[in-house]
T-cell receptor, first 113, second 113 residues
């Protein structure tokens, strides 16, 4: 069964460092998303991406965040200068054409120290 | 804006007990509604969904009915198992394709033998 794959599963980084979280969506999917879940809290939408551009972003997704699909398969989330409060589980999701089901990856746990 | 409210957890039940997890929503349009499950240490998995009023989603013995008149999508299971222990998230999406998911805060379920 096709699945969304995220790497790494866990990343520890120092405050102020740049991190790139990687995702391989399901191959025929068109819509791509990043969500985050701070420990013990709800899952929050960060950004959606369609047709090689951001279609919607939340207030959380400020100038420190960026997304791109560099090679038509990977979908990355970059945080330029990490803060302690960026520590969370980050989930990638993708959705195919004409349906309402998003498939989630296993998540990357980011710990900023 | 659109929002989802779930009953507070944790919920602790004995095996074979009846489960209800309440979920209500606020939306301006006609959203699709979802239940996602997160098993310990894993990502989010779609459990069931309903895309229009009076639809019933079902999977693995779980059911939920889209009630427009009460803006609710309560999750039920007649007889829970220890393996059902997980965090359950109610969510809505306001577009058919390409719409972000808005999640409730999650309800932790613990089933004891």
């Amino acid at each position: 069964e096709p699945e969304v794959t995220q790497t790494p599963s866990h990343q520890v980084t120092q405050m102020g460092q740049e991190v790139i979280l990687r995702c391989v969506p399901i191959s025929n999917h068109l819509y791509f998303y990043w969500y985050r879940q701070i420990l013990g809290q709800k899952v929050e939408f960060l950004v959606s991406f369609y047709n090689n551009e951001i279609s919607e972003k939340s207030e959380i997704f400020d100038d420190q965040f960026s997304v791109e699909r560099p090679d038509g398969s990977n979908f990355t989330l970059k945080i330029r200068s990490t803060k302690l409060e960026d520590s969370a589980m980050y989930f990638c999701a993708s959705e195919g054409p004409g349906n309402t089901e998003a498939f989630f990856g296993q998540g990357t746990r980011l710990t900023v120290v | 804006g659109d929002s989802v409210t779930q009953m507070e957890g944790p919920v602790t039940l004995s095996e074979e007990a009846f489960l209800t997890i309440n979920c209500t929503y606020t939306a301006t349009g006609y959203p699709s509604l979802f239940w996602y499950v997160q098993y310990p240490g894993e990502g989010l998995q779609l459990l069931l969904k309903a895309t229009k009023a009076d639809d019933k989603g079902s999977n693995k013995g779980f059911e939920a009915t889209y009630r427009k008149e009460t803006t609710s999508f309560h999750l039920e299971k007649g007889s829970v198992q220890v393996s059902d222990s997980a965090v359950y998230f109610c969510a809505l999406s306001d577009l058919r394709g390409g719409g972000k998911l808005i999640f409730g805060q999650g309800t932790e379920l613990s089933v004891k033998p």
